[in-house]
């Protein structure tokens, strides 16, 4: 008996690579619903052992050093996104510099 | 009950999440694209007449090509297809993540009365059964052993129970559906039922809340299923029988059954092995005993992107059969082998749960 399941041979969408973007796309929907159940049951578990509080969590506003931090690494994610269309090379003095970030 | 860990469970309900939106919100407007289209009135009305399956594939190629105009119906195809995988993508390495704690349960509760379980290790696997990796589970039936936990703490819950796939529509409940295909048999004081394709426990066990007092028995090809359902039977006292066995050649004996009840069983055999088991469910029954089926509508029964969309199926989700038996008039071919006060009829919306009945004369 076989094993194996095989696509279909014919894209769903029109194009066989717009069906693996979309694949990808879905697939990466899946994991961050996958984070989002976790933080959310993790934020919970917290609450209830009264080692933080979700109203607060909610309330916080980062400020200083912590601003910053997330700065950076938001626009970091966004250089990566939104760029990777548009990045014809790379180099080490460019990729070192992310080094410090997470 | 055991649980799947946060990872596992969540994708599950992830997956259950985006098949409902695919089957209410594009599904919507697909039926609105469709019907916006100058070719709907006229194949709405074609469809509403019974040809023979060389007609329907013509018919329904037509009605697919006006169908997937609409962005909606191909991203609907596009996710139904993905959730089709995905169910066992996902639930396979979830189910293993717990499988030391299944086997615990499993030897912890395992049946002491074997007498109900009677395998048959040299029955040969007809051709149009083996092989197939039936709704895209790798293997088949009996190719992973934790199938059943499998579907009782992932994809049941998580995935199915929310409907919106292959016949069955979004929000109906798929439990409530068993039991009033059940209470469609007009006979109630039956002695002895039996269950062509039984699979699991689900139907049998619908029938034993019904009719308490009756000897229940239900055959099968595959012997996962079966053990599965022994299992669930003996641990909740069903007190079922299962015995693995071709359906076209059951060890019942003559005039020895009041009432058959074949659950989602046809769509999953070409039609000639159908015809073969309503003769030999004809032939257990006693006079005067009834047949009821719940299957998917025929094509004839629904409209023509309802139609595009149970053929879809065939090809999609390892459902070799479907289209076929679509094609098909289960109520005529009940009427021909001997079956009279045959009756075919919807339950719900979309023509699914889809009834067909019939008593042997007296």
């Known amino acids: 008996m076989s094993r194996t399941v095989e696509r279909p041979a014919r894209p769903y969408l029109g194009q066989m690579e717009l069906d693996d973007v979309m694949r990808m796309n879905t697939e990466l929907l899946a994991e961050l619903w996958i984070l989002r159940d976790r933080v959310t049951v993790l934020e919970h578990m917290l609450e209830e052992k009264k080692v933080v509080d979700r109203k607060a969590l909610s309330d916080f506003v980062p400020q200083g050093e912590l601003a910053k931090e997330l700065e950076r690494e938001r626009s970091a994610l966004v250089n990566r996104v939104a760029g990777a269309p548009h990045a014809k090379s790379y180099d080490f003095e460019t990729l070192a510099k992310q080094a410090e970030i997470g | ?362």
């Open chain 2, 1 to 362: 009950m055991i649980t799947l860990k946060q990872r596992g469970r969540a994708g599950l309900q992830f997956l259950g999440s985006l098949q409902h939106y695919s089957s209410s919100v594009l599904r919507d407007q697909a039926e609105a694209d469709f019907a916006a289209q100058p070719e709907a009135a006229n194949l709405a009305e074609e469809f509403n007449s019974d040809v023979g399956p060389s007609v329907w594939r013509e018919r329904l190629g037509r009605a697919r090509e006006v169908v997937e105009r609409s962005k909606a119906y191909r991203y609907n195809r596009f996710y139904q297809r993905w959730v089709g995988e995905q169910n066992y993508i996902r639930a396979i390495p979830a189910t293993e993540a717990r499988r030391a704690e299944w086997q615990s349960l499993v030897a912890a509760k395992a049946p002491k009365d074997h007498s109900r379980l009677q395998l048959d290790p040299n029955l040969e696997m007809p051709s149009w059964y083996d092989g197939v990796e039936w709704h895209l589970e790798p293997g088949g039936w009996d190719g992973y052993d934790l199938t059943q936990p499998m579907f009782m703490a992932g994809i049941g819950p998580h995935v199915f129970a929310l409907g919106g796939y292959a016949a069955v529509d979004v929000d109906c409940n798929i439990r409530e559906q068993r039991a009033r295909v059940v209470e469609q048999f007009r006979k109630r004081d039956m002695k002895r039922i039996y269950e062509p394709g039984c699979g699991g426990a689900t139907t049998l066990g619908v029938c034993r809340q019904q009719f308490p007092d009756a000897e229940l028995i239900g055959g099968d090809l595959s012997p996962a299923l079966l053990r599965g359902g022994h299992f669930i039977s003996e641990m909740l006292g069903l007190d079922i029988t299962f015995r693995q066995e071709d359906c076209t050649k059951v060890a019942e004996r003559d005039n020895s059954v009041d009432g058959v009840i074949s659950y989602a069983l046809h769509h999953e055999m070409p039609p000639a092995v159908t015809e073969k088991t309503l003769r030999e469910m004809f032939r257990i029954l006693t006079p005067g005993g009834e047949m009821v089926i719940n299957d998917p509508p025929p094509f004839r029964a629904v409209n023509p992107l309802q139609a595009v969309v149970l053929d879809w199926d065939t090809d999609n989700r390892a459902e070799p059969y479907f289209s076929a038996a679509a094609s098909i008039n289960l109520a005529k071919m009940m009427r021909e082998i001997g079956f009279v006060d045959v009756e075919e009829y919807a339950l719900e919306k979309r023509g699914y749960p889809w009834v067909t009945r019939g008593r042997k004369p007296s």
